[in-house]
Nanobody, 125 residues
Framework: VQLQASGGGLVQTGGSLRLSCAASGRTFSRYNMAWFRQAPGREREFVAATRSNGGRTYYADSVKGRFTISRDNAKNTVYLQMNSLKPEDTAVYYC???????????????????WGQGTQVTVSS
């Protein structure tokens, strides 16, 4: 599967952005999907994930209540709605896909098979 992330940009503190990740292929619904982010000088970190077929969702504590991950299987797209953005949310955001990832590995970047190219999100103070 090939992934194309978009929707990043520059926003002020407290603002909102919606990221999109479009996937190729006809089996999108079988893939678990996730968003990770990496800020300069920091390691890549888990943001959110959604199970295949619109199942359960999972969030990092740092974004819980502010970010929402969702998917539209008819459009082969996963979204990340980001509200109440903070300067510490500034990072390159990546989408990831994997069919067989287990629950205990969801937050591990090295457990995901496919990655998009990343989209920059910058939150100004």
């Amino acid at each position: 599967v090939q992934l194309q992330a978009s929707g990043g940009g520059l926003v002020q503190t407290g603002g909102s952005l919606r990221l999109s990740c479009a996937a190729s292929g006809r089996t999108f619904s079988r893939y678990n999907m996730a968003w990770f982010r990496q800020a300069p000088g920091r390691e890549r970190e888990f943001v959110a994930a959604t199970r295949s077929n619109g199942g359960r969702t999972y969030y990092a504590d740092s974004v819980k209540g502010r970010f929402t991950i969702s998917r539209d299987n008819a459009k082969n797209t996963v979204y990340l709605q980001m509200n109440s953005l903070k300067p510490e949310d500034t990072a390159v955001y990546y989408c990831a896909a994997d069919q067989g990832i287990i629950l205990s590995d969801l937050r591990r970047g090295d457990a995901w098979d496919y990655w998009g190219q990343g989209t920059q999100v910058t939150v100004s103070s």
